[in-house]
């Protein structure tokens, strides 16, 4: 597929229609009136599941409706996204998007749908850096270990993915790969809960490029040792661990997670969808909630969110490329 033009990405913003013989009075959209699906594509127990139950919780609170969450698994969340993509564009069908579609959209040259041209950005809800994890029996315990333990003995270093080739972590850590000079072999799995409690089970010795929610409280209570976080400084809620740049300069990686609707959902939807999302993440508690996962909540207009998955599309392009990395 080739890349879209960022300009493409659909800006669904409009001003609800005045009220007739009120012209200075805006008429709010009956909505919702039903539950609304929140379609997450990977497993129970990631970050993007845990993002997509708090903001449903909150949600339906404020407004007056069930925001239920439904994880349709599969193609590295190519499953989910194509759902919304094929969805009625009523604002009962969402998607809680993340990096993972922006890597797609390069990595498969062939999908039912295209992400910058078929869904429309509602509302950015929360970035975030990964944390590198292994079981406390893993031979490296720093970067600089693992590097030198990499080039020892190459090929023998695991990778582990929340996915197939191509997710998050994997392109993250082949980011890390070029960068450091090293050769790891990259494990998919279905989803980072499993991958977690295979490093819990001692099962696999093993690295995980992990979103730092889905890993954080392991790490705090040492079930699982953190080398360092992918972020360009360390994080108040891992002071302790270094960051990858400290032993390979210019090396940083985050995600972004935030809400889509099918395109040509109305205007006044998705802007209306967007303030109460924004209320939501600026809510003092659940910013607080948000910094303790070890990330950033963030609240901008469905533009800015549009102008960012562009950016990021194409950042991720570069690195696939370079990389070779093809979809299995």
């Known amino acids: 597929m080739k890349l879209p033009h960022r300009r493409k990405f659909l800006h669904l913003g409009a001003s609800a229609a005045a009220m007739p013989f009120a012209p200075h009075v805006a008429r709010e959209p009956a909505y919702p009136t039903r539950p609304v699906r929140i379609i997450i594509g990977f497993a ?10 708090l ?42 998007a993340s990096s993972a579609d922006a890597v797609n959209a390069t990595l498969y040259e062939k999908l039912n749908y295209n992400f910058i041209r078929d869904i429309a950005p509602v509302a950015d809800i929360f970035h975030c850096s990964l944390v590198i994890v292994a079981s406390p029996s893993f031979p490296a315990r ?5 590097i030198a333990y990499a080039k020892s003995n190459p090929a023998m270093v695991n990778m582990a993915s929340a996915g197939n080739n191509g997710s998050v972590n994997h392109v993250a850590g082949e980011l890390f790969k070029a960068m450091a000079g090293i050769n790891m072999v990259h494990v998919p799995y279905r989803g980072a809960g499993p991958v977690i409690a295979a490093l819990l089970g001692g099962q696999v010795p093993v690295l995980l490029f992990a979103f730092v929610p889905a890993a954080i409280e392991y790490v705090r209570t040492r079930k699982l040792r953190a080398l360092a976080v992918t972020a360009a ?16 300069p210019g ?60 950016d990021e599309t194409e950042k991720w392009a570069k690195v696939i490329r370079t990389a070779n990395i093809k979809a299995e």
């Open 44 to 53: 129970a127990g990631g970050t993007t599941d845990i993002l997509g139950r």
């Open 55 to 96: 903001i449903g919780q909150k949600l339906s609170e404020r407004m007056g409706q069930q925001f239920i969450v439904e994880n349709r698994v599969g193609a590295g969340g190519n499953v989910a996204t194509e759902t919304v993509a094929r969805a009625a564009p009523d604002g009962y069908t969402l998607l809680l």
């Open 251 to 310: 090396y940083e990686a985050n995600a972004f997670f935030g809400i889509c609707a099918p395109k040509s959902t109305p205007g006044e939807i998705v802007e209306k969808l967007n303030r109460e999302i924004n209320a939501v993440v600026t809510d003092p508690a659940m910013k607080a909630r948000l910094a303790d996962l070890g990330g950033a909540a963030i609240a901008v207009s469905p533009a800015d969110f549009g102008k960012l998955v562009a």
């Open 142 to 146: 720093t970067i600089p270990e693992l």
């Open 233 to 248: 400084a360390r994080l108040e809620v891992l002071p302790d661990v270094p960051t990858v740049g400290e032993f390979v």
